[in-house]
């Protein structure tokens, strides 16, 4: 990885395309220190903490934005979720699939339509997260003529950051190394590394005062978090080839012989979607109790404390619901029919395989075999930090999820890069 990002400094283009993308980076992270007006921020990480973990998974996508108040609080949730929903409508309405099929002009008015949901978005969480601070206290002004500007003002600042940030991840596409949202995404995720290691030195400390056993559970965690990184470099690089052979085809005089080629599936296809997906459906209930400050021991508080983050139910739950949605992802993401009659055309077929129904069944086998893989995986990542902090009754957050973007992120930024070295120091047959 070293050696790919020196020789791409090498490379004047390359060169710029890298600094620029570290320039915006740069005015990233320094919008996510500028406070947004009449909330005091000393009120909001312990409500973080008691509200469950959809708000610290929003407080780790917006890189501790969040929990400190800034103008880039929500990061690019809004966008993220604003995406899932546009997937899912140009599956449902037979006029937006037609539009993604158009080519560069459909999709400039699909991406449209994005960003007008995420703005929508953005408007009602800016308003939950209002709400919230105000129940809290964290509010300056929370009455009269000077309690609706104070919100006026939180809404219209945090709207307008999240917009800000999707603006400067089209930039980081247009001009930059490309993939500019997962760019932003992984820039704040990052930013959180130096408190992760200062929670580490502080069991350290903790074991140097007597509790010997924090002596033991730093290595365990360091170990299970390297574990974490390969076990998500595997799934991230590991496929399924399913070969394809191409009937032979004359031209003119000559008999051209058929060529080989081959389908991939991914296993991680669908990537972090899911957990994004299930985070978002249990964070919930938990977000209910914080809302309207329900009470220990009443009937609602206890309904929904049934799906507390440090409860079982809820690790199983997640569980589930992360198989299903990553299921529900590659449906959308592969028709084995599709496929199958674009193989008919291209006289192309899979050995061994008659064509038409038998390669669309055979099609669909392997993908349900690879998207369980797939979906296992996920799983065990995601659920892995709620059964260890049961098991050691300790709440450190090994992020499975961050972890996941981390590395999907950088392992997709290096091949990026190595296209942009390769497109440079092609030379063409005439030169």
Do not use: C
């Not at 992802?329 to 029919?337: A, D, G, K, L, R």
């Amino acid at each position: 990885m070293f050696e790919i990002f020196s020789k791409a400094f090498g490379i004047k283009d390359v060169k710029n395309k890298l600094l620029f993308t570290l320039l915006i980076i740069i005015v990233y992270r320094l919008g996510a220190a500028i406070p947004v007006p009449f909330i005091d921020a000393s009120y909001i990480e312990s409500t973080i903490n008691q509200a469950g973990s959809f708000l610290g998974y929003l407080d780790i996508m917006s890189g501790g934005g969040l929990s400190t108040a800034t103008i880039f609080a929500m990061s690019i949730v809004p966008y993220i979720n604003s995406s899932i929903i546009v997937q899912l409508l140009t599956v449902a309405i037979p006029a937006l699939e037609r539009l993604q099929k158009e080519g560069e002009q459909g999709r400039k008015k699909i991406t449209k339509l994005t960003r007008y949901i995420t703005v929508g978005l953005a408007i009602v969480q800016s308003f939950g997260y209002y709400g919230l601070l105000r129940k809290e206290g964290a509010i300056k002004y929370i009455s009269g003529f000077e309690g609706i500007f104070a919100a006026i003002v939180i809404m219209a600042t945090l709207t307008a950051g999240t917009a800000f940030i999707v603006w400067l991840g089209e930039r980081v596409s247009e001009k930059g190394i490309g993939n500019g949202i997962s760019i932003i995404l992984f820039a704040g995720i990052v930013s959180r590394a130096p408190s992760a290691i200062a929670s580490l030195w502080h069991m350290i400390e903790m074991g140097t005062n007597g509790q010997y056993k924090y002596f033991a559970y730093v290595p365990i965690i360091i170990l299970i978090f390297l574990t974490m990184i390969v076990f998500i470099v595997l799934m991230h690089l590991s496929e399924r080839r399913i070969p394809i052979q191409y009937a032979k085809r004359v031209v003119g005089r000559k008999m051209y012989a058929g060529q080989s080629a081959h389908i991939p599936i991914k296993v991680s296809m669908s990537g972090v979607m899911p957990i994004i997906f299930a985070s978002s459906i249990l964070g919930i209930p938990s977000m209910i109790i914080g809302f309207f400050n329900l009470e220990p021991g009443t009937f609602w508080y206890d309904f929904f404390s049934v799906l507390k983050y440090d409860s079982w139910t809820y690790a199983i739950v997640y569980f589930v619901l992360i198989i299903a949605f990553n299921f529900f992802y590659v449906t959308i993401q592969y028709n084995p029919i599709e496929i199958a009659n674009n193989l008919r055309k291209s006289n192309g077929s899979i050995p061994g395989i008659r064509p038409g129904k038998s390669t669309s069944d055979y099609i669909s086998k392997v993908l349900w075999r690879i998207s369980m893989i797939g979906a296992m995986g996920l799983g065990i990542i995601a659920v892995f930090p709620i059964i260890f902090s049961k098991v050691t009754q300790q709440n450190i957050s090994l992020g499975g999820t961050s972890i996941i973007i981390v590395v999907g992120v950088a392992l997709e930024t290096v091949r990026v890069i190595e296209s942009h070295l390769t497109k440079q120091q092609h030379r063409g047959f005439l030169e």
